[in-house]
């Protein structure tokens, strides 16, 4: 029996809320908060304890190595290309493949975008996240698996590294100039340390949960977040794109590690608790794989074919909205957005998903 963490699905309703305002809203919200960056990153490390756990706690089972490597795959496969697939194949037969429909169909297109991103339309340039994960599943499992679990702590914090010696490498070295952000943000490497940040929080919970609960218990651990959370703020605000692409993922792991993991191991309480655990919340959370999938293109097509114009004149009437038009264009986007992700939850999606309770 999967464990359900009811916390969990608020905070992926709160990561995917952060990249709406970053992509919907003016470009100042992403130039001076970055929003939507801190956003994917925190998906990265739920993504990796998510994962990571389950595939901890069936290592510790008699199910054959080969069975648990299937098991994963297959359940994978169900949860993300249904949904994929399908999106991305109506949009190019009815809108546009952008000319890049085989990077897409193979979850390569961070990589034209790390060689080019001039050539990866706006909307399928959201797609370069799902990317580095499917390239993540390709090595996660079989280290989890094959690997004894003695060595995972130094390869994890080794992972961790890697990651951030990677950015600083591509970062300042010349053969990366045409597009180093992109370098050092969308190949699977720079990743590394938010995705497996996540399996180390697993690891922790899975191997060690006295020490972790401990952990999460003391008073230190809420000053410990908030400052992290400052130098986030630091990081964004300063402007200095040197700085804000090389720590601003790491920064984010520890962030993510930390509310995730007082999450599962303590629980919030009052408000908090209230928020997260609210069946709206929950729900949408539940449902963030097709908000995010979905986002773009509503954006996309409703910029072509709503009639904007029609919908000035009528915000006319309220002078404050007359010039703060990406408001009622948020509100617009956003429900659409929600309501074909539930349509698209209840009457696709969930056929696939009853499927996994078969490769458990």
């Known amino acids: 029996m999967r464990k359900v963490y009811t916390q969990l699905d608020g905070f992926r309703f709160v990561f995917i809320f952060l990249v709406l305002l970053e992509h ?17 990153n925190l998906f990265f490390v739920l993504s990796g304890f998510l994962l990571g756990e389950i595939l901890l706690e069936q290592k510790a089972t008699p199910v054959a190595k080969e069975i648990i490597i299937k098991n994963f795959f297959i359940r994978r496969s169900l949860r993300i290309f ?12 009815f809108f546009t493949s952008g000319q890049i429909f085989l ?5 390569t297109t961070n990589i034209l975008e790390c060689i080019n991103i001039n050539r990866v339309p706006l909307e399928f340039q959201h797609i370069w996240s799902l990317c580095v994960e499917e390239q993540f599943y390709l090595i996660f499992p079989f280290i989890i698996v094959f690997v004894p679990k003695e060595f995972f702590l130094k390869i994890f914090i080794g992972a961790i590294v890697i990651a951030f010696a990677w950015r600083f490498i591509s970062i300042n070295s010349s053969v990366f100039e045409s597009y180093p952000n992109k370098w050092s943000s969308r190949f699977p490497l720079s990743a590394f340390d938010a995705l497996f940040g996540g399996a180390l929080l697993a690891y922790f919970k899975v191997h060690h949960y006295i020490k972790t609960s401990k952990f999460f218990s003391l008073k230190i651990v809420p000053v410990l977040l908030f400052s992290l959370i400052a130098i986030t703020i ?7 794109a040197f700085w804000t692409d090389l720590f601003l993922r790491l920064v984010c792991t520890f962030i993510g590690i930390i509310t995730i993991g007082y999450a599962i191991i303590i629980g919030y309480s009052g408000h908090v608790k209230r928020f997260l655990e609210h069946p709206a919340i929950a729900f949408m959370g539940k449902i963030s794989y097709g908000i995010y999938l979905f986002h773009p293109f509503v954006q996309e097509i409703y910029f072509q074919y709503f009639p904007i114009k029609k919908l000035e004149e009528l915000c006319k009437l309220v002078p404050k909205l ?5 408001l009622p264009h948020f509100v617009i986007l956003f429900v659409f957005t929600i309501l074909i992700s539930v349509i698209s939850f209840f009457l696709f999606e969930k056929r696939f998903l009853k499927l996994k309770r078969y490769f458990i």
Do not use: D, H, R
């Not at 630091?234 to 200095?240: A, P, R, S």
């Not at 007359?322 to 990406?326: A, E, S």
């Open 103 to 107: 990077w897409n169909a193979t979850y």
């Open 322 to 326: 007359q010039y703060n038009m990406y």
């Open 234 to 240: 630091f990081l964004t605000v300063q402007q200095e």
């Open 82 to 93: 249904p949904l994929y697939f399908v999106v991305i194949i109506l949009y190019s037969v």
């Open 24 to 40: 919907w809203l003016p470009y100042g919200v992403f130039k001076y908060t970055k929003c939507g960056t801190i956003g994917v």
